[in-house]
C-alpha cells in the first residue's frame, strides 16, 4: 500500500495551488516497500517539507530515514534530477530513474551468462588499465599544464534499470571552452578511457547500449526509455559521443 512517507506533518497544502520560490518544480512522496518514490505534484496534499528545496537538509533526512532507494520520475526535469541525485549521493542512497519496464526477467541461464559477461568485462578492463596506465598518466600531466582547474569531470549518466552514476571523463575543457588537448582527446575518443573504472564499478560494459547522459535521457520518449534498463557499453557511448560533442564544444568556441 502506497502512503505519503511523512503523513503526521501539520500545515498540508495543496500544490496544484500553491508554487514555491524556486526554480525546481514540485513533487509528491511517495513511500512504497522500502523506496522512496518522487513523482511530478498534482491534486493531492502533501505536508510542507522545507527538505525538498534545501540539498543539505535533504540529505540529513534521507541519512537517518529507512530509505533503501530513491526511484524518481523524469517528468520532473534535469533540474531536479540533479539535486536529488547529488543529495542521494551525499547521503549514499542509489536513485533510479523511473522508466518502463524492459523485457521479461530473464531465465536462470542468461543470468548466469551475463553474470560471466560482466567476470569478463572486469578482468579485461584491468588488464587494459594496467597497460594503459602510463598513456593515462602522461595525459594526467599534459592536462594539468593545460588546463590546471580539473583533471576529471564526472557527470550524471544513466545505468542499467535506470540507476544513476558518475561517468569518469578526463576533462577537456577551461572555462567552459575546448583546449586543443581536449579536441585531440574528443577526436579519438581518449577523454573516455577513465570509464575503464566504472566497468570495474559495474555500472558500465565494455560492449552494450548507449550509455545516456542524465541531460539527454529526460528528453527520451516513453517508449526509447526502455533503451535505459540495458547495461551501458563504453563502444557505444564512444561512436555515438565522440563526433557530435566534439562539434558542439567547437560551436560553442567561435
Not at 10 to 26: A, V
Not at 164 to 191: E, H, N, Q
Request: aromatic fraction near 8%; charged fraction near 20%.
Amino acid at each position: 500500500m502506497t502512503t505519503t512517507i511523512i503523513p503526521n506533518l501539520q500545515n498540508f497544502y495543496n500544490q496544484s495551488q500553491q508554487k514555491q520560490d524556486n526554480h525546481f518544480c514540485d513533487c509528491t512522496l511517495q513511500w512504497r516497500r522500502g523506496q522512496l518514490l518522487v513523482k511530478p505534484s498534482g491534486q493531492v496534499k502533501q505536508p510542507y517539507l522545507p527538505s525538498l528545496h534545501n540539498q543539505p537538509l535533504l540529505v540529513e533526512c534521507l541519512k537517518h530515514s529507512p530509505v533503501n532507494l530513491v526511484s524518481i520520475d523524469p517528468k520532473l526535469g534535469e533540474s531536479s534530477l540533479r539535486f536529488w541525485a547529488d543529495a542521494c549521493e551525499q547521503a549514499h542512497k542509489p536513485i533510479f530513474l523511473r522508466i518502463p519496464p524492459g523485457n521479461k526477467l530473464p531465465k536462470q541461464s542468461s543470468q548466469s551468462l551475463r553474470w560471466l559477461q560482466r567476470l569478463i568485462d572486469w578482468m579485461i578492463a584491468l588488464v587494459l588499465l594496467l597497460i594503459i596506465s602510463p598513456v593515462m598518466l602522461i595525459l594526467v600531466m599534459l592536462i594539468q599544464s593545460d588546463s590546471p582547474e580539473s583533471l576529471f569531470s564526472c557527470e550524471w549518466h544513466v545505468g542499467q534499470r535506470g540507476k544513476l552514476f558518475r561517468a569518469i571523463k578526463f576533462c577537456t575543457t577551461k572555462k567552459y571552452k575546448l583546449t586543443p588537448l581536449g579536441s585531440w582527446m574528443c577526436k579519438y575518443g581518449v577523454d573516455n578511457l577513465p570509464q575503464l573504472f566504472n566497468v570495474l564499478r559495474g555500472e558500465m560494459g565494455l560492449l552494450g547500449s548507449r550509455c545516456w547522459t542524465l541531460e539527454d535521457a529526460v528528453q527520451l520518449s516513453l517508449k526509447e526509455q526502455r533503451q535505459l534498463n540495458n547495461l551501458p557499453g563504453i563502444t557505444a557511448s564512444w561512436e555515438v559521443e565522440t563526433q557530435p560533442k566534439l562539434l558542439h564544444l567547437d560551436s560553442s568556441t567561435l
